[in-house]
């Protein structure tokens, strides 16, 4: 069976560099089984691809695919935490946050885009439970933004 690292590989994804915060916290936190992960926005190489709300600026396909790249980053922060995936017993709880028009109510297909990255590269570990919220405005204009608890071993 394939490591989560060779997963990432497998899907043509690379892990990234740990984005460095942009206010006064840390990008994780671990205490003992478990990793709490600050909301990690999608920054691509230090930048965001895409500001605004879903809704209005950026349409849903694409609010989707960056909560992805927020599951991605995240996943870089559990590595950087415990320094090697393989160590993760489960993802247990992933919060979704959607900056959204106030007529959008996408919101759970929007952060499906991360639930479904952390179940491919993790299979049934990576299955959990889950808010989608809809939300005024993120940090920096972000359409999209994702934290969650895993537990390790």
Do not use: W
Not at 120 to 141: I, M, N, S, Y
Request: aromatic content about 4%; hydrophobic content about 50%.
């Amino acid at each position: 069976m394939a490591t989560p690292e060779e997963r990432i590989v497998e899907l043509g994804l690379t892990l990234p560099e740990v984005v460095p915060p942009v206010a006064a916290y840390r990008p994780s936190v671990r205490s003992g089984d478990h990793v709490y992960v600050s909301g990690q926005l999608p920054f691509v190489e230090g930048e965001l691809p895409a500001t605004g709300k879903v809704g209005a600026e950026v349409d849903a396909d694409r609010a989707r695919e960056l909560a992805a790249v927020c599951a991605l980053n995240a996943i870089a922060a559990v590595k950087a935490e415990v320094g090697d995936l393989s160590k993760v017993v489960r993802i247990v709880k992933v919060g979704g946050f959607v900056a959204s028009t106030p007529d959008f109510t996408g919101q759970p297909g929007v952060i499906n885009g991360a639930s479904e990255l952390l179940g491919e590269v993790f299979g049934e570990a990576g299955v959990h439970a889950r808010a989608a919220v809809g939300v005024v405005a993120l940090p920096l204009d972000a359409p999209v933004e994702v934290d969650m608890v895993v537990e390790v071993r």
